[in-house]
């Protein structure tokens, strides 16, 4: 089974409740207009704080940034300001091994082990590592694990955590391979640390003077850099809304995190633009070896969906082959998406955690290409958090009961839920109880709605209450074992 993380999603939905009209495809007005709006709506309405650059055939149709690149709102964000980019970051790394590869300094298909002599796994390629095919298990999974372990040796010694500090502990460790290498797809951030290391090795300079010196430089992309290299250049905080309290607080990674290759870099609209301009014209790399990251690979004749730093799908309406990747981390919420026939870029770079990106790439691919779209809606949280905490339960009932019908909010089942939970880690554990039960009022045969009623209780310390409602949600789904394990757990201590 594909598992496939931080994906450009471009659904395409029609509905009675649509925005906008059937236009041309080459109405450029039409299209910036409606594009205007949909970002208008989304700042407004805080689900994005951030920068975009569209362009249809070299020209483009829209270009604008909304916001702050501080939390304190003193500076505004401009076409300039560098975001950044997550994963969307893997697509400079993979172009780092193409390189290499173009002048002969590296096979695809020699094993990791040829040129990381201490790495663990000898059957795994670099191919592998590049698409995806590795069976590197997630080392962040081990990261998150050992969070407070982390802070605590950072806080009191400095230590940080490096490319070559989880090369040692998986050498260390060997955790199991999720699958036999070139067997299964599974998204790997693991992967990419590798390649920057092989990229280390093979040109002996650091991943930052390597990207510098072949990329950064040449195309002169001032603002693109590798982590915290570049202070001088105008960077934007990524931050988070509390939307109860009202309160934003930076939500930029932790200070002991340095890996890169995976992730890392920061770069601003116009840099992107100028790169994926670079890559289309062969400046820096050949075309024909660029090609191959624009191609899906493929296990025993299935189709994949990543190429070489990127993934790769057909578009259903034209049969154009589009690239597209997506890059959440922390504070910050990117997506780029490139249709290499109808030389359509899109690129949408926010510093909010509540970016509702997959709501906004859906309608930005939708108006670009002349079709209806929709809105994103607005989260239960944002609208019904404060009046719970201010006014109470029945106020906000009262709300929801007046508006329900609007289909500018997301009142489902899932985002009272994350209302619920926003409560909880407030420690507001009788308000979060009041909307887990508002909840099942809703949705009576929720499995789900029951069990995190059940842990509200439990968080509590009203474990009579814990039990009942655990036991509840076991009744609706056998299939949930941490639910049967509390139950045996909160039994066993009657």
């Known amino acids: 089974m594909y598992r496939l993380f931080f994906v450009l999603t471009l659904g395409f939905l029609f509905s009675s409740n649509l925005f906008g009209q059937n236009i041309s495809s080459n109405n450029h007005l039409i299209k910036s207009k409606q594009l205007d709006s949909l970002f208008q709506f989304c700042f407004d309405n805080q689900m994005f704080n951030g920068t975009i650059l569209i362009s249809e055939k070299g020209k483009r149709i829209y270009q604008k940034s909304f916001g702050y690149k501080d939390v304190d709102r003193n500076h505004e964000l401009t076409e300039n300001s560098s975001f950044l980019l997550a994963s969307i970051s893997k697509q400079f790394t993979a172009a780092g091994i193409i390189y290499l590869h173009s002048k002969g300094k590296i096979d695809y298909d020699k094993t990791v082990i040829s040129y990381l002599p201490n790495f663990s796994y000898p059957d795994i390629t670099v191919r592998q590592l590049l698409n995806h095919t590795s069976g590197l298990p997630e080392y962040m999974d081990m990261l ?42 599974y998204y790997s951030n693991t992967g990419y640390l590798y390649l920057a290391l092989i990229i280390e090795k093979l040109s002996n300079k650091s991943f930052d003077q390597f990207l510098n010196e072949t990329f950064f430089k040449p195309l002169h992309l001032k603002n693109t850099f590798v982590l915290d290299s570049d202070s001088n250049v105008d960077k934007a905080n990524g931050f988070k809304i509390n939307f109860i309290s009202g309160e934003t607080f930076e939500n930029n990674p932790p200070p002991f995190f340095k890996v890169y290759g995976d992730g890392g870099i920061y770069s601003s609209t116009l840099d992107l633009e100028k790169w994926f301009y670079s890559l289309d014209s062969g400046k820096i790399i050949d075309k024909k070896y660029i090609e191959e990251a624009y191609t899906a690979s493929e296990i025993n004749n299935k189709r994949l969906p990543y190429g070489f730093g990127w993934f790769v799908k057909e578009l259903p309406f034209n049969q154009h082959k589009a690239v597209t990747h997506s890059g959440i981390f922390a504070g910050f919420t990117n997506s780029v998406f490139r249709d290499l026939e109808g030389e359509v870029i899109s690129i949408i770079l926010s510093s909010n955690s509540h970016s509702i990106n997959r709501e906004i790439n859906k309608a930005v691919v939708r108006i670009l290409y002349g079709m209806p779209f929709q809105l994103p809606k607005i989260k239960a949280e944002a609208v019904l958090g404060k009046i719970i905490v201010q006014e109470g339960i029945e106020a906000a009932k009262s709300f929801y009961h007046n508006n329900e019908s609007d289909k500018r909010y997301d009142f489902t089942q899932k985002e009272f839920n994350q209302l619920g939970y926003s409560l909880l880690r407030l420690e507001l554990y009788d308000k979060a109880i009041d909307v887990f039960e508002w909840n099942i009022e809703r949705f009576p045969d929720s499995a789900n709605a029951f069990d995190s009623l059940g842990e509200a209780y439990l968080q509590k310390e009203d474990k009579a209450n814990a039990l009942v409602n655990y036991k509840k949600a076991y009744i609706l789904d056998s299939s949930n074992i941490n639910a049967k394990q509390i139950i045996d757990r909160l039994e066993n201590q009657e």
């Open 144 to 185: 998150n694990a050992q969070k407070d372990k982390l802070i605590k040796r950072y806080e009191e010694k400095g230590e940080i955590v490096t490319n070559e500090r989880i090369s040692s502990l998986f050498s260390k460790r060997k955790p199991a391979l999720d699958f036999e290498p070139g067997s299964d797809f």
